[in-house]
């Protein structure tokens, strides 16, 4: 079956880029789609189809997909950033919605 | 004001059987596809289930197949997910989440959740 794998942590300044991976074979032909989530809270959409931000998403978010790796950027990151953020794919070979394994982002 | 609200939660025992309601409401339900999605205890997200629309397509993950059953009904603007022979392992909080349509051609993610309701099994 389909895997996605996000490194467990990443860490930034204030202020700096983030950037969180998602690695999955070929993924570039997926649509990949970002979720957000803060502690005790529902998962939150920020990005869809590998680069489009939904309604009220802050234009500091971004995203890239090539090869093997999807990409979700935070520019100018913030401290009201900092949580987990999972990447989902569309399997069609099995009809199955897959998650990464998640990225905890960590504002120093 | 699109709004999913999950029921149903709660202590069951390992083998035991427990019906997940989600109620919606600020949005046309019929017109829209549906999933259940879990979260263990300090884990990560997984799939669960998904309907279509009209109830006439039907997905569900390979470790709930056969056992799990996602359900809706239009008229009530209600969703279910019936757990039967639970494990320990369905120990998780489940997401009902709405499908954005944001392209036709296939499942798209999700652009509304509840806030979960809670499932412990346990002896």
């Known amino acids: 079956s389909y895997v996605l794998t996000q490194p467990p942590s990443v860490s930034v300044a204030p202020g700096e880029t983030a950037r969180i991976t998602c690695g999955g074979d070929?993924?570039?032909?997926?649509?990949v789609h970002w979720y957000q989530q803060k502690p005790g809270q529902a998962p939150v959409l920020v990005m869809y189809y590998d680069n489009y931000r939904p309604s009220g998403i802050p234009e500091r978010f971004s995203g890239s997909n090539s090869g093997n790796t999807a990409t979700l950027i935070i520019s100018r990151v913030e401290a009201g950033d900092e949580a987990e953020y999972f990447c989902q794919v569309w399997d069609r070979s099995s009809d199955r919605w897959i998650f990464g394994g998640g990225t905890q982002l960590t504002v120093l | 004001e699109v709004q999913l609200v999950e029921s149903g939660g709660g202590l069951v025992q390992p083998g035991g059987s427990l019906r997940l309601s989600c109620a919606v409401s600020?949005?046309?339900?019929?017109?829209?596809?549906i999933n259940w999605v879990r979260q263990a205890p300090g884990k990560g997200l997984q799939w669960v289930s998904y309907i279509s629309s009209g109830g006439d397509n039907i997905y569900y993950a390979d470790s709930v197949r056969g056992r799990f059953t996602i359900s809706r009904d239009n008229a009530k603007n209600s969703l279910y997910l019936q757990m039967n022979n639970v494990r320990v392992e369905d120990t998780a909080v489940y997401y009902c989440?709405?499908?954005?349509?944001?392209?036709?051609?296939?499942?798209?993610?999700?652009?509304?959740w509840g806030q979960g309701t809670l499932v412990t099994v346990s002896s």
């Open positions: 989440a709405r499908d954005g349509r944001y392209r036709g051609t296939q499942p798209n993610p999700f652009d509304s």
């Open positions: 600020g949005f046309t339900f019929s017109a829209y596809e």
């Open positions: 070929n993924i570039v032909n997926k649509g």
